[in-house]
C-alpha cells in the first residue's frame, strides 16, 4: 500500500531552519506531483508548497515565498521542504501529500495520500 512518512520536524527558535523530508513507498513517486501542508488545531489544514513531477515548476503560498524550499529527489523517492527564517506562525504539524498528475493543486480535496504529519514548533 502507499506509505508516506514525514520527518525532520522539531522545536527551533524564531529565525531558525529546519529540512522536512518525506519518503514515500507503493507508488511510482516520479508520477506524483508532490505538496506540503499544514495545520494548527482549530483551523483548516493549508496549502504551503508543491512540485511537480520533475521538479521543473514549484508554487508556494505567499507567506512562505523567499524563506521555504520544495525540493524533489525521484531517484529516492523523497520530497523535501527546506524552512529558513521561521516566525512562530509557521507553528504547525506540517503534511506531506500526493496526487497522481503533472499539476499543482492548492485545495487539499485534490490530493490522494497523505501522510501522518510531522510537527514543527517555532518559538518566541
Known amino acids: 500500500q502507499v506509505q508516506l512518512v514525514e520527518s525532520g520536524g522539531g522545536l527551533v527558535q524564531t529565525g531558525g531552519s529546519l529540512r522536512l523530508s518525506c519518503v514515500s513507498s507503493?507508488?511510482?513517486?516520479?508520477?506524483?506531483?508532490m505538496a506540503w501542508f499544514r495545520q494548527v488545531p482549530g483551523k483548516e489544514r493549508e496549502f504551503v508548497a508543491a512540485?511537480?513531477?520533475?521538479?521543473?515548476?514549484?508554487y508556494y503560498k505567499n507567506s512562505v515565498k523567499g524563506r521555504f524550499t520544495i525540493s524533489r529527489d525521484n531517484a529516492n523517492k523523497t520530497v523535501f521542504l527546506q524552512m529558513s527564517s521561521l516566525k512562530p506562525e509557521d507553528t504547525a504539524v506540517y503534511y506531506c501529500?500526493?496526487?497522481?498528475?503533472?499539476?499543482?493543486?492548492?485545495?487539499?480535496?485534490?490530493?490522494?495520500?497523505w501522510g501522518q504529519g510531522t510537527q514543527v514548533t517555532v518559538s518566541s
Open positions: 501529500a500526493a496526487r497522481n498528475i503533472d499539476m499543482i493543486f492548492t485545495d487539499l480535496t485534490q490530493y490522494d495520500y
Open positions: 507503493g507508488l511510482t513517486f516520479s508520477s506524483y506531483t
Open positions: 512540485v511537480r513531477r520533475t521538479a521543473t515548476f514549484t
